[in-house]
């Protein structure tokens, strides 16, 4: 099944969130749900709402509890606009994406004028405590503003041009060190400068727990989860601005899975829905180069053990977090085992390669980066411009991030692209500007180099309704959480 990527259903002056998915899951909780289960989007009566996606119309009708509202089917799962004033499409009616289906309202049990958002993919689970709902966020295209390649930002050594920089650039995500929470204005001016980065952050001494995932894997994740709550909640009450839909927290970074597999797992799940419950996303995984293995001589990337994490992943919106290195010959010399071995993934979420670049570690007892590598900047961006092209071929790749954008200590200046590549990388952004999603530029990838390619499984036939009854029992149940 491929990645649905939807448009937003209503005009940008209409994209105010009110309540994000995962929110008040105290309230929640006496329908026995985690949290809120779709997007609330505050606008005025008779605002037009729009199909997120070509389809069919299987409900356009009105209950007590959504009011007006109206399902429409996909391939992949369906999508259902709920408290609407008027309804302007009928049950079997074919939709295009954009096409205007009816208008917002206040009707059923709601607080106030909005539109409910919700999305299922299939195949879905009811009994999951989100009634089978997924996160919209991650599927909603996002304006495209930047390149591919984002920084890996660890602001030690900042200067008055970074934030110049940064400007430039604007990059779909910025990966950016805990060091910035305390620095209020630095947060708030960044989400307000770049209005369409997801900002990544990682706190380095949390990452570095790995015996604690080791030792206690889901305690060590919920409470990760809500060290970032604590952090998050300390810049609010210092004054900064944080758009929460555009905020992603990571773990434990590249976790030592060839010894420990399932703690990785039972780690990321525990992480990832801790933050979820509370109205955020994360970042999974954060494995490093070459992982996960192979089975055997030159087989594909072996997502077996890991399988559990895909549905956690699209439920609630995450991103798959994967770091991909090269030597000095560049990324095309191991391609699909250094590099481009994300693109082996068989999971339909979005990835962002959390780290990337030249470091002569990827062979044995060899040290430094691309600057040890006997590179200039010239041949480095050409390097890096190249492995961004490749990547973008694959919808699914959100980001690339170069590591790094300044360093925090002095074993890793050879990777620091800021001293010499800074204001390449800004001009590149500022030159793909407005560049819509997905996008592909630059020459093919080359082919992955793997044998017994397992392949695709069919297109799942949408999951039939049981009853009637039990239908209209299960929309009642979840709309009933609706403010």
Known sequence: MMYPMLDWPVDEAHRRITQMWGENGELYAKWHLKGHNGLDLGMPEGTPVRAAAGGWVREAMSSPALGNYIKVMHDWGHTIYAHLSALRVAHGDKVTAGQVIGLSGNTGNSTGPHLHFGVRINPYDRSDGWLGYS???????????????????IPKHRDHDDLAVMRRWQPPSLKIFRDGWTNPELITGL??????????????????????MVAEPAATGRRHAMEWMAHYQEAIGNGARVDKARTLFLGVNEPHIWDHMAETVAYNVAFLEALEEQGFRGGALNIGVGWPGNTGP????DWSGYAALESVIRRGGHILM??????????GEMWGWWTGRSLACPWAVPIIIGECGMDRHVRPDQVGGWIRGGLNAEQYWQQLTQYESWMAADSRIH???PFTYDVGSREWNTFDVRPALRWTLAEHGAQLANTPRPWARGETPPPLPYIDAPELEPEPEPPHEDTLAARVEALERWARSFG
């Open 322 to 331: 994967l770091h991909e290195y090269w030597d000095a010959p560049g990324p």
């Open 135 to 153: 996160n919209p966020l991650a599927l909603l295209q996002q304006p495209r503003t930047g390149a591919a390649l984002s920084p890996h930002w």
């Open 298 to 301: 030159d087989t594909p990337p």
């Open 191 to 212: 989400y307000h400068d770049l209005p369409n980065t997801l900002f990544v952050w990682r706190d380095w001494a949390l990452s570095e727990q790995h015996a604690d």
């Open 399 to 401: 980001s690339v991030q």
